[in-house]
């Protein structure tokens, strides 16, 4: 049941009130009313509060209302006459959740324009209040006065429109007549939303992105009795196969903002989950919320913390985060010359930008830093300005944490095997395997990293004005010094999404409400106690040139995902009919679930011997999970 509080005014009768009170006793909206506001003690619609004994709070300077709110912390807030002007710091805390009632037709978009059921123009009366408004329709010889109930928003009269009434004008109409009949037709249309608001009923998702992690995260939304579908764009070969109620939209690209926007209104998506690195750092957040579209992860601002390492670095070092000693530059002499006046010792250079995972380059000695200066033009923009970080030695892990802005849960820890050979030879990948949970991380880190690392951060991305709203991945290395961050990103990890979210017993979207609604503080994650590990089957030439193996066919796949607890999630796989091809270089992530990581492992193994590819094409790891089993084995 949602929670809703009602703000009002000494203006009018409080028939909104009124409806919305009978909407709420009589069933039809299903939710607890927690407060009627006012910000006078004389409003007429405290005596309708009091009449249905609901609790009343006196609220008269405009200033005091965000600590009430957020002290009732209700899932909506709805204008029902309230006079103030409601300050940005309200709309920010409360984003789509203060529903209003405007006198007049706002179109969807600023340039836009509302039709009248006759087909004339309707006017928005912006800025006009009641009886200004009616008067408006009267005075330009409207055919049609009408009302609009929509979410607040920081631009004055608009925000995203949850419904429209209209009302004809008849002749010899005064404001009086008109407003009577309109207001009939505003009460039913704000009960009619609320009701919508509230209902807990089924929502469709869509997914961005086509590669494993998202691939297990459509499954795991699928797995909410909550969903009704989800759907991807683009999705993969693998995605839709075993799972009815995953459809994908194989032509719209993660980068075709327009097309996914068209997909949202065709199938009525409820909330997008950006997912993956490129689209949040282009803002797909903002720009679907400025639509009206609901979206789950961080905004751009907030997402610098990924997009931008050299932004990302400052941050933790103004707000004391533990990180190595580093350096930014956007000129190589001067970067040269910096090395120079180092000692010798292990160094990373690192591109400010994204670059798929691939812009980090160790460096052994002062020699190799000189090198990796010089190749950081091989990254365009994205390496334009660079990091020369001292290297934490240690071992490397992965912990996520879900944060609503003000609060966070921790999920789950992973290690991610990044280089293409068994023994961590060779170049770096996007990931060839992974196990969660990993015991490098123990439950006291965990609270250590809390306490040192995730509330300081959530606390400097608000005092920055960026609240973090999202999954938010740490990097983090286990030195002899305590962990250290290696670099934060804004999404889950892949392939340590594959190995988590499997686990998670919680209903997904419960928590993505919950981030949404700031009411992670009050969730529960629940995980199960398997332990998952992940197996990435890559076209032999992968991280490098691997376009001979593009096309081949890949056999064993529907075998191998029959045996007991093994998963697959597709990734750079395509489909025809039941035949399945070679479309990327990580083609699939098998997963395997053991009551520990031996077991997994050996599973895995198992299963990932039925499947290869045409030519002998199909190059993986054999070794995932080594530093575990031998922690287990030590
Ligand atoms: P990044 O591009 O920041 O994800 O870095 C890629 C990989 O480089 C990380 O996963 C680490 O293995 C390694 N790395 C980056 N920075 C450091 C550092 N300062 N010390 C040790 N390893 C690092
Ligand atoms: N596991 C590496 C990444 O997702 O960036």
Redesign the pocket.
């Known amino acids: 049941m949602k929670l809703i509080a009602l703000l009002i005014s000494n203006t009018g009768t409080g028939t909104n009130l009124q409806a919305i009170i009978d909407g709420v006793n009589f069933g039809k909206i299903n939710a607890k009313i927690v407060a009627v506001i006012s910000d006078t003690s004389d409003a007429i619609g405290l005596e309708r509060a009091r009449k249905h004994q609901l609790p009343i709070k006196i609220c008269p300077k405009k200033q005091n209302l965000l600590s009430l709110l957020k002290k009732l912390n209700p899932d909506f807030i709805c204008l029902a006459g309230w006079k103030q002007i409601i300050l940005d710091e309200v709309i920010e805390s409360f984003p789509n959740r203060i529903v209003n009632l405007h006198p007049g037709l706002i179109p969807d978009s600023m340039d836009g324009k509302v039709l009248n059921p006759d087909g004339s123009w309707g006017l928005w009366n912006r800025g006009k209040l009641t009886d200004q408004a009616v008067q408006n329709f009267l005075d330009n010889g409207a055919t049609y006065a009408g009302s609009t109930i929509h979410f607040l928003s920081k631009d004055f009269d608009f925000g995203l429109v949850l419904g429209r009434c209209f009302e004809k004008v008849q002749k010899g109409d005064s404001i009086d007549s008109l407003y009577t009949r309109l207001k009939k037709k505003e009460n039913r249309l704000y009960v009619d939303i609320l009701a919508k608001l509230c209902q807990e009923g089924k929502m469709n998702i869509l997914v961005i992105g086509s590669n494993g992690r998202e691939h297990a995260l459509a499954a795991t939304y699928a797995k909410s009795k909550k969903v009704k579908k989800v759907i991807m764009t683009p999705g993969n070969g693998l995605t839709d196969y075993h799972n009815k109620k995953i459809k994908n939209y194989p032509s719209v690209t993660m980068m075709d903002f327009e097309g996914i926007v068209k997909v949202c209104q065709k199938e009525k998506i409820d909330v997008v989950d950006v997912a993956q690195d490129d689209v949040i750092a282009a803002g797909y957040v903002d720009r679907l919320e400025k639509l009206g579209i609901a979206a789950f992860g961080p905004t751009k601002k907030a997402s610098q913390l990924e997009w931008d390492?050299e932004w990302a670095r400052n941050f933790m070092a103004k707000y004391g985060l533990p990180i190595?000693k580093?350096r930014s530059f956007s000129n190589k002499k001067e970067a040269t010359s910096y090395v120079k006046s180092l000692p010798e010792q292990l160094l990373?250079v690192?591109a400010a930008g994204l670059v798929g995972?691939?812009?980090?380059i160790?460096a052994e000695n002062k020699k190799q830093a000189i090198e990796a200066i010089k190749s950081m033009s091989q990254f365009g923009k994205s390496g334009e300005t660079f990091l020369i970080?001292?290297?934490?030695?240690g071992e490397?892990f992965s912990l996520f944490a879900i944060s609503d802005g003000e609060d966070f849960v921790v999920a789950k820890s992973a290690q991610?095997h990044?280089t293409i050979y068994d023994g961590d030879l060779g170049p770096?990948t996007g990931g060839m395997g992974s196990v969660a949970p990993t015991g490098c991380v123990t439950a006291s880190m965990i609270r250590i990293i809390g306490i040192k690392i995730f509330k300081p951060l959530l606390k400097g991305m608000k005092k920055e004005e960026r609240p973090y709203k999202g999954i938010l991945y740490l990097?983090g290395?286990l030195t002899k010094d305590g962990v250290k961050i290696?670099?934060f990103n804004s999404r889950w990890g892949d392939p340590e999404a594959e190995v988590i979210l499997p686990s998670i017993q919680t209903d997904y979207l419960d928590l993505v409400q919950a981030v949404r609604l700031q009411k992670i503080k009050n969730t529960k994650v629940v995980f199960d106690k398997k332990v998952r590990l992940s197996v990435a089957g890559c076209s032999k030439g992968y991280p490098g040139d691997y376009s001979s193996v593009k096309g081949k066919e890949i056999f064993g796949l529907i075998d191998a995902r029959k045996m007991p607890g093994i998963t697959i999630f597709g990734a750079g796989i395509k489909r025809e009919g039941n035949k399945f091809f070679v479309n990327g270089g990580r083609i699939f992530h098998l997963v395997a679930e053991g009551k520990n990581v031996i077991e997994a492992k050996e599973k895995a193994y198992k299963a990932m011997a039925k499947i290869s590819i045409e030519g002998n094409n199909l190059h993986y790891r054999t070794d995932i999970g080594w530093r575990d089993i031998n922690r287990i084995k030590n």
């Not at 995972?357 to 980090?360: D, P, Y």
């Open positions: 390492k190595p580093f990373y690192k995972g691939k812009g980090a160790r970080e001292q290297a934490l030695i490397e991610d990044k770096n990097g290395m290696i670099e």
